[in-house]
């Protein structure tokens, strides 16, 4: 059996189809060396050198490793960052399961909720950031405006160090909620009915239901949209730039805009590209991590 097994391997029509194969993904692997492997490889060696916009470069190994952990304006920066995802990841997700458990059910006309959610997530992120800025204006801003209504005299949400970040907080979880809670419709459709009508029987009621029955059902989705929004909080630069441009105080500065101000204006590019590999460590370790712990919460089909 073995010997049929080689013959076929050694075969033209085994070396043809390994060599389609590749044919077929070589595309794919081109596109994944110069956009992706070439960028981080050229990254990694800029990160070494002192790269000025004119002028040659000059290796100067960590150095620029060094000066960022000195750098206290990173470390804000950094701060900032962290702030951000824990705002927005938690906000995000519960609203999303909350929307999809509301929007999950075949009524008529569910449809047109739906629609209306997701659309911020085909909407134009520059688009979307303008509009929520002029929203959020001090004097002719819709929200101070409609507080005004009720008496209340708005405060200045984009310059104020406190409100600043919350309000861009808030801004990105209605951009992008809605494709969390397609993917919680979808999984919420899958839970099968007869778990429900026997939580019921036992007397469970649709608290407990939720959280013994549906909530264990989803967990892959879950822990997906979980990995998906904290890498997505971490890379967060639009919402950043025309809002607050940073501001004020630095209280918004993010390190992927720390990273274009140091790369785009103040032409520090070696610098800028080891803020870069900061940030994609700290990305795959955040996502190592949540995938070396997933087993002890992500429900399989193989453990009911």
Do not use: C
């Amino acid at each position: 059996m073995r010997d049929a097994n080689n013959k076929r391997r050694r075969g033209p029509l085994y070396r043809e189809a390994q060599w389609s194969g590749w044919l077929f993904v070589s595309p794919m692997v081109i596109g994944f060396m110069l956009f992706l492997f070439f960028p981080m490889a050229m990254s990694l060696y800029m990160s070494l050198n002192e790269w000025p916009l004119l002028g040659d470069h000059r290796f100067i190994g960590l150095e620029n490793y060094s000066e960022v952990a000195a750098d206290k304006l990173f470390w804000q920066v950094f701060g900032n960052t962290v702030y951000f995802t824990a705002g927005l990841v938690p906000l995000n997700i519960v609203l999303a399961l909350l929307l999809a458990l509301l929007l999950s059910k075949p009524l008529r006309g569910i449809g047109l909720f739906r629609t209306a959610i997701f659309v911020p997530v085909m909407t134009s992120l520059i688009v979307w950031a303008i509009v929520w800025k002029y929203m959020f204006a001090t004097d002719s801003g819709l929200i101070n405006q409609l507080l005004l209504m009720l008496g209340v005299q708005g405060p200045s949400w984009l310059y104020d160090t406190k409100l600043a970040m919350p309000a861009v907080i808030v801004t990105s979880v209605l951009k992008n909620v809605g494709l969390n809670m397609v993917l919680f419709i979808a999984a919420l459709q899958q839970v099968p009915r007869s778990l429900h009508e026997a939580a019921v029987i036992d007397g469970a009621g649709k608290v407990k239901s939720f959280f013994n029955v549906t909530l264990p059902m989803i967990t892959p989705t879950v822990f997906l949209t979980v990995v998906m929004t904290i890498i997505g909080s971490l890379k967060v630069f639009g919402q950043i730039y025309v809002m607050t441009k940073g501001g004020p105080s630095n209280s918004t500065k993010v390190l992927v805009y720390y990273i274009w101000e140091k790369a785009f204006k103040l032409f520090q590019l070696g610098y800028a590209s080891a803020l870069a590999y900061i940030l994609f460590i700290v990305v795959l370790l955040l996502t190592l991590l949540q995938w070396h712990f997933r087993k002890r919460w992500v429900f399989h089909e193989s453990e009911a």
